[in-house]
């Protein structure tokens, strides 16, 4: 997918005219991932983890943050990577110990 991102710098020409001159440049970036993967892959991770809480299941936890470690990835967002290990052994830590 091409995105297609249009940069305008107006200057001033500094010919005695004083004529406005107008410069466009175009940028393309490429992006082999389609754009509604991140969310896709971020909410649905997201949602599976609010049900596995809810209903004591740590299988569709684990899936659930493979599905938000996988966004992490397609969005090559180390934070959130970190962030959502971190969260995910803590609940791991904390289901041991209640049970």
């Known amino acids: ?23 466009a440049a ?5 992006d082999p991932l389609p754009l509604w993967l991140f969310p896709a892959l971020f909410l649905g991770g997201l949602l599976l983890q609010a049900v596995a809480l809810f209903l004591h299941r740590r299988l569709w936890l ?7 470690l996988a966004a992490a990835a397609v969005d090559r967002d180390l934070t959130l990577a970190v962030g959502q290990t971190l969260a995910f052994i803590g609940l791991l830590l904390y289901g041991r110990r209640k049970s």
Do not use: C, F, N
């Not at 297609?4 to 406005?20: K, L, M, N, W």
């Not at 175009?26 to 490429?30: K, M, N, V």
């Open 1 to 23: 997918m091409r995105i297609a991102h249009t940069i305008q710098d107006a200057a001033q020409s500094a010919g005695p005219a004083g004529e406005e001159a107008s410069r």
């Open 26 to 30: 175009t940028i393309l970036l490429t």
């Open 62 to 68: 684990a899936a659930g943050a493979g599905l938000v």
